[in-house]
Nanobody, 120 residues
Framework: QVQLAESGGGLVQAGGSLRLSCAAS????????VAWFRQAPGKERDIVAA?????????YYPDSLKGRFTISRDNAKNTVYLQMNSLKPEDTAVYYC????????????WGQGTQVTVSS
């Protein structure tokens, strides 16, 4: 089992920055990929970034977020970060951390989420 705990959400003005943290515990050695998702009220949960343990720690971002969001990891702390810059009101959502032990497909482990609110 793997447990995930997000932190770092809050209220920020448009144009500001936030850094979210996802601390993993349990069988962390088995994790092959970690991702951040977000879900705004009335909308589907969408992926915003992913990082892979193999492939040299390669990353993935949807085209719409490239350049503003950066995912990174600190293996010693079993923590993955999401740096969010130039935030917009439309970035307002609950942000979730997710992890899995496989290379493809859905994510098995999820955190409880952290609220990010961007005011205009």
């Amino acid at each position: 089992q793997v447990q995930l705990a997000e932190s770092g959400g809050g209220l920020v003005q448009a144009g500001g920055s936030l850094r979210l943290s996802c601390a993993a515990s349990g069988r962390t050695f088995s994790i092959t990929r970690v991702a951040w998702f977000r879900q705004a009220p009335g909308k589907e949960r969408d992926i915003v970034a992913a990082i892979y343990r193999r492939s040299g720690g390669s990353t993935y971002y949807p085209d719409s977020l490239k350049g503003r969001f950066t995912i990174s990891r600190d293996n010693a702390k079993n923590t993955v970060y999401l740096q969010m810059n130039s935030l917009k009101p439309e970035d307002t959502a609950v942000y979730y951390c997710a992890a899995d032990q496989t290379r493809l497909g859905g994510y098995t482990y999820w955190g409880q989420g952290t609220q990010v609110t961007v005011s205009s």
